[in-house]
């Protein structure tokens, strides 16, 4: 059982690049969230889904789009990578009523 | 809109001191509330949580209680170690009308503890 997995661990991309980040969970929750932490701004949600197929934004959603065509997986995109999108990227996922499992991060930098 | 507020660091201890990290919330409804603590260079993981109101969560020494009346989650450790050098998020989630129970994060608070 290897919980929430995340790939990349760490990228750089320069502005413009578009990319992709990959959050994997084996526990069937049903519940998927994308964060971003920032320094002095905690975590901040771009968007999350409540089951296969739906998806919905967050507080900061512009710039990303997502996408969780299987229930085990929940894709970030970045169209055109922007330098105020060097972030550290977390992905989690929850059962209904239960706490949200974070996986280990993704930390982007765009030149 | 839910909103949590915690004590900014950072804050720096000796070993064996006393911890406290305050924390106040906003929000509708009765929300679950919650102490995540990040490692360096590790993801977020649940260090305790509290569903209602007079809860008290612990974990691994630490405390806090649910207080619906002053809106209150303080953390708090009897005795610190270095290994509690980390940084604590509080949170929180609405579970009012079956919403998407989405994760309302204060912005962190910094804790060294020197030996």
């Known amino acids: 059982n290897a919980g929430v997995t995340q790939t990349p661990k760490f990228r750089v991309l320069k502005t413009g690049q578009s990319m992709t980040l990959l959050c994997a969970q084996d526990?069937?929750?049903?519940?998927m969230y994308w964060y971003r932490q920032d320094p002095g701004m905690g975590l901040r949600l771009i968007h999350y889904?409540?089951?296969?197929?739906?998806?919905a934004k967050g507080e900061v959603p512009d710039g990303y789009n997502v996408s969780r065509l299987k229930k085990q997986n929940f894709l970030l995109g970045l169209e055109s990578a922007a330098p105020s999108q060097t972030s550290v990227y977390f992905c989690?996922?929850?059962?209904?009523?239960?706490?949200?499992?974070f996986g280990p991060g993704t930390r982007l930098l765009v030149l | 809109g839910d909103s949590v507020t915690q004590m900014e660091g950072p804050v720096t201890l000796s070993e064996e001191a006393f911890l406290t990290i305050n924390c106040t919330y906003t929000?509708?409804?009765?929300?679950?509330l919650f102490w995540y603590v990040q490692y360096p260079g590790e993801g977020l993981q649940l260090l305790l949580k509290?569903?209602?109101?007079?809860d008290k969560g612990s974990n691994k020494g630490f405390e806090a209680t649910y207080r619906k009346e002053t809106t209150s989650f303080h953390l708090e450790k009897g005795s610190v170690q270095v290994s509690d050098s980390a940084v604590y998020f509080c949170?929180?989630?609405?579970?009012?009308?079956?919403?998407?129970?989405?994760?309302?994060f204060g912005k962190g608070t910094l804790l060294t503890v020197n030996p």
């Open positions: 949170a929180l989630s609405a579970n009012s009308g079956g919403s998407n129970y989405k994760l309302t």
């Open positions: 509290a569903t209602k109101a007079d």
């Open positions: 889904s409540v089951g296969e197929g739906t998806t």
């Open positions: 526990m069937n929750h049903e519940y």
């Open positions: 929000a509708t409804g009765y929300p679950s």
């Open positions: 989690a996922s929850k059962h209904r009523e239960e706490t949200q499992y």
